[in-house]
């Protein structure tokens, strides 16, 4: 938390929680659920080239990216879109979603209720090596799932079947 008080803060660039994903992805969280009631959680989200990410569903939060920088293509459900800077996308909660992108870029993250933020912390304290059991657990913990077989398949190469 910044250092105004219980009223209200800032978090200036840095002073929120880093969390190193591996490769060239990282995120710094800035609100935590903790924080606020489990209101909402909200990170900056820095991605290099994102070729393939398979879809999947949070069904405990609802979510809101806001692209800051790059390029993205977004798909929510069966709509798909593309977008830059100033884009806002809207994942409601129990939604099968992804993203792409060819420039790399940062975007803001808000979910509502709080738990995003949570499993990307677990997700870094877990680190790159982490198994694919203890994976599943987290995203059983945080009530993520993927798409079963080949619709779970990453996003581009669903594209390039069809």
Known sequence: MGTWGEDGWAVRPGEGKRVD???PHWLEVLVRGAEVDQALGAFVFAHDVI????PHAHHGFMKIAYVLDGEYDFRVGDA???GGAGTT???PK???HTFTTRTGGLMLFVS????NEEMFLEMGRLGPDATREQLEELN???Q???LPGDEGLPWRRMRAAK
């Open 21 to 23: 994903l591996g490769g």
């Open 80 to 82: 798909t879109f593309s």
């Open 112 to 115: 509502s209720p709080a738990g």
């Open 51 to 54: 070729e393939e990410n398979p």
């Open 140 to 142: 059983a913990r945080f």
């Open 94 to 96: 129990g939604s099968q």
């Open 144 to 146: 993520t799932n993927g």
């Open 89 to 91: 996308v809207v994942v």
